[in-house]
């Protein structure tokens, strides 16, 4: 079966790390999805997303993430029930995310996330650090002058081998 959730939107409010009995590091969140479709005259809809987070993923989402953020996860989708203090049943629909990324935005001010925040009495920055994923460089590349580039824009046929259409796949 197949079970896997992508979405990217904006958090709704600021994550709130917390700490099992079993000492398991957790947060939950909702996210802001626009949907894709907007009918003419009217505002673009949103959807808003439960999300749940563990372990070192739940660390990330709090020092990197505040109110507003963009933030593009991927997991998977669960549903559980419960008693709520008042007797009911509650059902709940959640994504179970195993994999957040930044998104390429990044804000000045520490209200929108990415800044050093503090979370339950823990400084994250000064015990662990967290590096972006590898696309997120911020900083632009030293221009090399030795070759040009090989540009293949401008080639002719000549330049490819002809392969006999024998119906014998090389691979």
Do not use: H
Not at 41 to 48: I, N, T
Not at 142 to 163: I, L, R, V
């Amino acid at each position: 079966m197949l079970n896997r959730v992508i979405l990217m939107g904006r958090l709704v409010s600021d994550p709130e790390l917390k700490t099992t009995n079993s000492g398991l590091s957790v947060t939950s969140f909702r996210i802001a999805v626009d949907r894709n479709y907007v009918k003419s005259g009217e505002e673009r809809k949103a959807d808003f997303i439960d999300i749940v987070c563990w372990r070192s993923t739940a660390e990330f989402v709090c020092r990197f993430f505040g109110k507003g953020s963009m933030i593009a996860l991927e997991g998977q989708l669960q549903t559980r029930t419960y008693q709520a203090k008042d007797g009911t049943n509650r059902y709940v629909v959640e994504v179970v995310a195993d994999n957040v990324s930044f998104t390429g935005e990044r804000r000045d001010n520490n209200n929108g996330g990415y800044g050093q925040q503090q979370y339950g009495g823990n400084s994250y920055g000064s015990q662990q650090t967290y590096s972006a994923p590898a696309q997120q460089s911020y900083q632009q590349a030293p221009a090399y002058s030795q070759q040009p580039q090989t540009s293949y824009q401008s080639g002719t046929n000549t330049d490819f081998q002809d392969m006999p259409l024998d119906d014998d796949l090389p691979f």
